[in-house]
């Protein structure tokens, strides 16, 4: 089965200072791998998607998260933080069932962001 | 376009009580999920519906939740008694469809239920 482990439930950065959120995933085939973020009371939002193509995979807000086969992992980078991006971030791995696609959500990584 | 609508977007009940909590997904979107998000957890799928068919519910505790998706379209679950540990924010998602290629699912802002 797939699975996804977020090594960190909570970063803290100052603004202006380089993100780094880390997620190793667990896949028995080429994955599907996702980043949501989630401020508070908003719904889930799609920041990237990698689906076996670029292995660097840009998002939206300046963020971008390379797959990394021989260190199964899929980090999320942000070269500047800004207020803004304080959140919660999840990594997420696709899994199949049968014909359709089901998303495996990893615990979570709050992203605190200091002034 | 409009996103995915949920209300209510809170409930407070007592164990034993019943509640229901209502979606309606993005339009032409053939894919409806439910998953379960407590508190320090990443989001759990519950259910995934395909039009008005279940697609995968192994995950939901089907002896006391249910859901529904009549016509294909807006979608119910229901949690009948209430326990402690359903206290939870509900999600509901939806995408174009199920399988690979168009398969970016889309959430609502939830549903926070406490159960006291």
């Known amino acids: 089965a797939q699975s996804v482990t977020q090594l960190d439930s909570h970063v803290s950065v100052s603004e202006g200072t380089p993100v780094l959120l880390r997620c190793n995933y667990s896949?028995?085939?080429?994955?599907?791998l996702f980043w949501y973020v989630q401020h508070p009371n908003k719904g889930l939002q799609l920041l990237l998607k990698?689906?076996?193509?670029?292995?660097l995979v840009k998002g939206i807000n300046g963020f971008e998260a390379e797959f990394k086969k021989s260190e199964t992992s899929f980090h999320l980078t942000k070269p500047s933080a800004h207020m803004s991006d304080a959140a919660e971030y999840f990594c997420?791995?696709?899994?199949?069932?049968?014909?359709?696609?089901?998303?495996?959500f990893g615990a979570g990584t709050r992203l605190a962001v200091h002034p | 376009e409009a996103g995915v609508a949920q209300s209510p977007r809170y409930k407070i009940i007592e164990k034993r009580q019943s509640v229901a909590f209502w979606c309606n997904p993005i339009?032409?979107?053939?894919?409806l999920y439910w998953y379960q998000q407590i508190l320090g957890q990443g989001p759990k799928l519950l259910i995934q519906?395909?039009?008005?068919?279940?697609?995968?519910d192994s995950q939901l505790p089907k002896d006391r939740f249910s859901a529904e998706r009549l016509k294909g379209v807006d979608s119910t679950l229901k949690i009948q008694p209430a326990k402690l540990e359903d206290s939870a924010v509900y999600l509901c998602?939806?995408?174009?469809?199920?399988?690979?290629?168009?398969?970016?699912?889309?959430f609502g802002p939830g549903t926070r239920l406490t159960v006291l």
């Open positions: 998602a939806s995408s174009i469809s199920g399988g690979a290629g168009r398969n970016e699912q889309f």
């Open positions: 896949s028995s085939y080429s994955p599907s």
């Open positions: 990698y689906t076996s193509a670029a292995t």
């Open positions: 997420v791995v696709s899994d199949r069932n049968g014909g359709y696609n089901k998303l495996i």
């Open positions: 339009s032409g979107h053939a894919t």
């Open positions: 519906f395909q039009n008005n068919g279940v697609v995968d």
